[in-house]
């Protein structure tokens, strides 16, 4: 089993939607939660860090639920600029050590 | 935000070359860098965490003998691919960690490097 598992989509949606992504990890003893974004040939850039309690930052919401290992993004009123792939990004194995998933495909159309 | 470069943006060269990428923290000192190596398609994989002064840690399956990590100082750090042969073609990243903001475990990545190996 992986250690962080997405859905690879691609998830293809109109201007304006609403779309979420889910991630599960498999480590118990993670700590730190985040949601990075790549476009096509580019570095990672860091979305949001996922907080237990949950957090917002604008159209996009982050929630985790320790319990079933399972972390989710959502992107509201979509934008074409959204288009890009979403790594669901856990520490694990070690406090510095980051474990990405294999990204989620999102592209928005006009 | 905390700034992170890497040289050459890209690189091509011939089967049998080494090949070095320099990943430099520019606003901020970092104990700490990592290496990661992206095939198409796939998620980034860490390749090893380089400790300023100390040795690297390498991932299993990673042979230290042919990718060499030198962290000199606290705002470099240098991947060397040895004998680079077609099948290491790939995009390497580096990232740094800030000693200022270091629990929250968050990595500042460089651009990447795409190398190619003819």
Redesign the interface.
Known sequence: RKE?EQDPGPFNVPEGATVAFNCTYSNSAS??F?WYRQDC??????LM?VYSSGNEDGRFTAQLNRASQYISLLIRDSKLSDSATY?CVV?GGG?????????TRLLVSP | GAVVSQHPSWVICKSGTSVKIECRSLDFQAT?M?W?RQFPK?????MA?SNEGSKATYEQGVEKDKFLINHASLTLSTLTVTSAHPEDSS?Y?CSA?DLRTSG?????????T?LTVL
Request: hydrophobic share 35%; aromatic share 18%; charged share 20%.
């Open positions: 962080v700590q730190s985040f040939r580019k570095e990672p850039k860091l860090s790594l520490n406090f510095q050590k980051l474990v990405f998933g294999t990204g | 700490t990592f990661y796939q998620s980034l994989m860490l965490t995009f990243i960690r929250n475990n968050e990595q500042f990545f460089g651009p990447g795409r």
